[in-house]
């Protein structure tokens, strides 16, 4: 095995999960184990993905499909407990060496909504062996993830048309 890297994909374009699933579909097709935990993408359709198992494992923690900011404060918290168990779990998986890369979909925006803070995050990041590779994608990125991360994407959206 090799060094794992620390890849992030931020910016306010369109297309860093994708990406970070590009990156899934790659490393499993090399014969590597995938774990993807999804975050705050409230109606996503991840059918697709989901048929992907067993070569890439995906989770979901979070049980409603609305939008986290439209949610009131009671659910906002219920999803808020959801969300730190899938954080648990993440920590889990990278203590125990469970994966070869991990992705961590949308986890900046748990910084945005002050879910959790970027020391949280580093704390998790920072369990992983010298092995395991981990994506992390969002719209904003700190200066201190930026310090440890290994390959930084910027995605800047130039046109978009949906499908």
Not at 10 to 29: E, F, R
Not at 78 to 85: A, C, D, L, M, V
Not at 104 to 132: A, F, K, P, Y
Request: net charge negative.
């Amino acid at each position: 095995m090799g060094q794992g890297v620390i890849h992030v994909y931020s910016g306010d374009g369109h297309g860093k999960s994708s990406a970070a699933l590009g990156k899934a579909v790659q490393a499993a097709s090399m014969g590597k184990s995938v774990v993807i935990i999804q975050f705050l993408k409230g109606l996503a359709d991840n059918s697709f993905i989901k048929r992907l198992e067993p070569e890439i494992k995906f989770f979901r923690f979070e049980k409603s499909d609305a939008d986290f900011n439209l949610l009131s404060d009671a659910e906002k918290a219920e999803e808020i407990q959801n969300i730190k168990n899938g954080l648990n779990f993440a920590k889990k998986v990278l203590a125990t060496g469970g994966c070869d890369l991990l992705i961590l979909d949308e986890v900046l925006g748990l910084i945005d909504n002050q879910i959790i803070s970027v020391e949280d995050l580093m704390t998790i990041i920072n369990t992983r062996d010298e092995e395991t590779s981990v994506i992390i994608t969002g719209i904003q990125l700190d200066n201190e993830l930026c310090r440890v991360a290994d390959e930084i994407s910027k995605i800047e959206t130039v046109k978009y048309k949906v499908w």
